[in-house]
């Protein structure tokens, strides 16, 4: 199975828009595409929130059932389609987190903190996908450690910035400032390589 | 729109770790503020780039299966509805009486049942209550035995929440075994409904509080468990229901 944003892609693949286009008509194929695109992104992700195989899955199926349900209200002026389906997993998958116990999920989160965002790719068919992990492996490794821990624990454990706080003890002040720091050294590291606005995921790079 | 930009905020949005107070005041300032909207385009771009850092892990087979299975379920409900619509004037008029019909030989069938199964069961029989809820529009779903080929039931749930449920056929338990009612979501832990046992003669009359809704349910089925009854199923399925109109 191809996984990745646009794993495999060819000019023939239809892109993302068009996708929904066609699950709007009913078109069960069209879903399927959209989870050979994003179904292991979807369920790394998911299992790098929850920590466990078996949730991961049911965050994985929820999210796209939930697509399938809400492909009528998609608005695709509010973002992307990947955008729209991580956010989907990562809400369910911190629903499902918040419903332990708040110790629990901060053991969790410094166990998967370690080693998460490194490794060799397992998919070198998927050459985006490859650049992709690589920029954003070395770009979070550039950052001081208590900026990436922020986003850590902003992002994959599901704390708000007043729980992060609490948990570092350090001031709010410090901690949103913290987050607001790495993300624009993130935006800066990754914008030429990223941000491209009109193309979608699918679409071949000129 | 606020004149102070959220701009130690805007990040933390992007991330949903904001505080739920913070949320409304942020949304509500980036609609018009093209400044501010065009740095959480970039941040949430910045975050939907963040997975592609993690390692790989392919997700499991039979999860593709699953989506697959519930989104066929789905289409031709959305289908019904929208061939309802499509009625025409005269049978959208009559289908109220004929609406009400139903419902009327709904409780009368419910009301007859209850009787029955007061008669033939020497089990405790039902009181007001459950009395007062066969009487309650509601749908009827029938039980087939998988795990148990002789068995049967029948499970009445009212629209406005609460129910019941009428078994035969299935072999008394141990003292340490018991019989667990369950509704079986997609993607999501099946809900324990009841647990029960049953009389000498093999039935039971059990009222049942469903705390999701039969348009989330994919299959209702009872298994046995401990005594104590389980959180999830684990043992087999005795009887089943699955996809009902």
């Not at chain 1, 059932?65 to 002026?77: A, I, N, Q």
């Not at chain 2, 009486?97 to 069961?121: D, Q």
Request: glycine share 8%.
């Amino acid at each position: 199975m191809r996984r990745g944003p646009s794993a495999g892609a060819g000019a023939e693949e239809p892109a993302d828009p068009e996708l929904l286009r066609r699950m709007r008509l009913g078109d069960e194929a069209a879903l399927e595409a959209l989870y050979l695109r994003y179904g292991g992104l979807i369920f790394t992700l998911a299992l790098r929130i929850v920590g466990d195989h078996e949730l991961a899955r049911e965050v994985l199926q929820d999210t796209f059932l939930r697509s399938w349900d809400g492909r009528e209200t998609f608005d695709p002026g509010r973002g992307r389609v990947a955008w729209w389906l991580m956010g989907i997993a990562r809400n369910r998958a911190v629903d499902l987190l918040r419903s332990r116990p708040h110790q629990a999920r901060l053991r969790e989160q410094t166990r998967l903190q370690s080693g998460t965002h490194a490794g060799e790719p397992a998919q070198p068919d998927a050459a985006d996908a490859v650049v992709l992990r690589r920029l954003v492996i070395e770009a979070l490794e550039r950052l001081p450690i208590v900026q990436r821990v922020a986003i850590e624990l902003a992002y994959y454990g599901g704390f708000t910035q007043t729980e992060i706080s609490r948990h570092l003890e350090q001031p709010l002040g410090t901690i949103k400032s913290r987050t607001r720091e790495a993300m624009e050294r993130l935006r800066q590291v990754l914008r030429a390589a990223l941000i491209e606005p009109t193309r979608e995921p699918g679409q071949r790079r000129e | 729109m606020s004149d102070e930009h959220p701009v130690e905020d805007l990040a933390a949005y992007a991330l949903g770790s904001v505080d739920a107070v913070d949320n409304a005041r942020i949304e509500a300032h980036v609609v018009d503020c093209a400044a501010c909207a065009a740095r959480l385009r970039d941040y949430e771009f910045v975050v939907s780039a963040l997975p592609y850092g993690l390692v790989p892990v392919p997700p499991p087979p039979e999860a593709w299966t699953t989506i697959s299975a519930s989104a066929q379920i789905q289409t031709p409900r959305k289908s019904r509805r929208r061939s309802r619509s499509r009625l025409p004037a005269w049978l959208r008029v009559a289908r109220w009486p004929a609406l009400a019909a139903l419902l009327a030989l709904l409780v009368i069938w419910n009301v007859t049942l209850e009787r029955e199964l007061t008669r033939r069961s020497p089990g405790p029989a039902p009181g007001p209550e459950v009395e007062a809820l066969s009487r309650r529009p509601g749908r009827v779903i029938i039980l087939g035995g998988t795990g148990a080929p002789n068995a049967s039931a029948r499970i009445f749930v009212a629209v406005d929440g609460g129910g019941h449920l009428a078994v035969s056929g299935l072999p008394p338990l141990q003292r340490e075994r018991t019989y667990q009612l369950w509704f079986v979501r997609t993607g999501r832990p099946a809900v324990s409904a009841a647990t029960f046992r049953v009389d000498s003669s093999g039935r039971a009359w059990v009222k049942v509080e469903p705390s999701v809704s039969l348009d989330d349910v994919r299959m209702i089925m009872v298994t046995e468990e401990p005594a104590s009854g389980s959180p999830t199923p684990t043992g087999g399925d005795l009887l089943i229901a699955r996809p009902w109109p």
